[in-house]
């Protein structure tokens, strides 16, 4: 049995169910190990997958915080206790606030332990497991010190491999069918920054475009208020109809948002979290599309115009489409059980 565990939000929970899903596959029993208080409380029960959920704090610089620092302290402990009783064959962590702790402790107890880094950047807690690590998987090529870079290998990021028409998936969001569609997606929490900026600078677009804006559940009775003819709000959406659906879309830049752009090949204006909120990591995120010409990244607000015409543009669509095909590969859960497979 091997345990996966990530969460925390969507980026490091979906990704996570794949390579479970994929391991199955491959004939190897999986358990999941998830947070309390993560969305994994709400999404591993309908999952069907053996699993269990444990306190644990984030790793930050708010670990040394008395409050936080506790629970990162409970965390561990229980991981501890759980990877004793579990005696998995190995661990392949996704990242988020359990993933952390049970990584850990396996490396520790000499269990082969796997990491999963979804960003452009490795995070705090990666830095620390890339160490401990039998082997460093990527979402996406990253420069790393030659010492880890042995031990790494590019897979891609897992996405829902699963495409709809695009007026079949309008149709079943409650879309018109055959309208061109601009999507915001705001991640799994939504976004405040997009929900206060968008909507009335995007109503003037509504003569041709209709525009399916994911806000997030807790700001849904809000932005409901902002909604016009053509300008629908969702609180979340199911994200193989909304990318589907959608010709371009104004996003945060989480990186399952991201490779999920990329597979369905729809460009992208991408509007990271500020560096100081996220370490940079929605940031680099962007630029590794922006770089290659695949997707566009806000600066500021005052370039938004700008950058939303350059968007809007059929040509420089077509353009990033193309360049688009072939960033998110399909097959990553495949290949990262395969890794796992291998290390045990
Ligand atoms: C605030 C924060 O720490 N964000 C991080 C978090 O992003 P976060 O989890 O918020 O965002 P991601 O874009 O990575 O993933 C969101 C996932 O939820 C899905 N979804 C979202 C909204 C919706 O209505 N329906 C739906 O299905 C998306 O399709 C996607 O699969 O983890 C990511 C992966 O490590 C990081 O890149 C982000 O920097």
Not at 136 to 161: D, F, H, M, N, W
């Amino acid at each position: 049995m091997v345990i996966v565990t990530g969460g925390g939000t969507g980026g490091h929970l979906y990704p996570g169910l794949a390579a479970a899903s994929a391991l199955l596959e491959a004939g190897e029993p999986v358990t999941y190990v998830g947070a309390l208080g993560g969305i994994e409380e709400r999404v591993l029960p309908e999952s069907g997958l053996p699993h269990h959920l444990i306190p644990a704090g984030k790793l930050s610089r708010d670990a040394l915080r008395p409050k936080e620092g506790k629970k990162v302290l409970q965390g561990l402990w229980a991981a501890r206790q759980l990877v004793r009783d579990l005696r998995p064959k190995a661990v392949l962590s996704m990242g988020g606030y359990a993933g952390f702790p049970v990584a850990f402790v396996a490396a520790l107890q000499g269990i082969p332990m796997i990491i999963h880094e979804q960003n452009a950047k490795l995070g705090l807690a990666n830095r620390m497991l890339a160490q401990l690590a039998r082997r460093v998987t990527l979402a996406t090529p990253i420069e790393l010190a030659p010492g880890l870079a042995r031990k790494t290998q590019v897979v891609g990021y897992p996405v829902r491999e699963e495409k709809r028409p695009p007026a079949e998936a309008r149709a079943a969001l409650g879309l018109e069918p055959n309208r061109p569609t601009l999507l915001i997606l705001g991640g799994s929490q939504g976004s405040q920054e997009l929900n206060e900026q968008l909507p009335e600078r995007l109503y003037p677009l509504l003569g041709k475009w209709q525009i399916l804006h994911q806000c997030g559940v807790r700001w849904e009775e809000k932005l409901k208020a902002l909604e016009r003819p053509h300008y629908f709000v969702r609180g979340y959406v199911d994200s193989v109809l909304a990318w589907s659906a959608a010709d371009c879309a104004i996003t945060r830049g989480g990186a399952g948002t991201l490779s999920e752009a990329a597979y369905h090949q729809v460009p992208v204006l991408g509007v990271p979290l500020p560096r100081h909120l996220d370490g940079g990591a929605q940031w680099a995120n962007v630029g590794f599309y922006a770089e290659r010409g695949a997707a566009l990244r806000l600066e500021s607000w005052a370039q938004f115009e700008a950058e939303l015409n350059t968007l809007l543009d059929p040509s420089t669509r077509a353009q990033i489409r193309d360049r688009l095909g072939g960033l998110s590969p399909a097959g990553a859960a495949r290949r990262l059980a395969q890794i796992v497979l291998e290390a045990v």
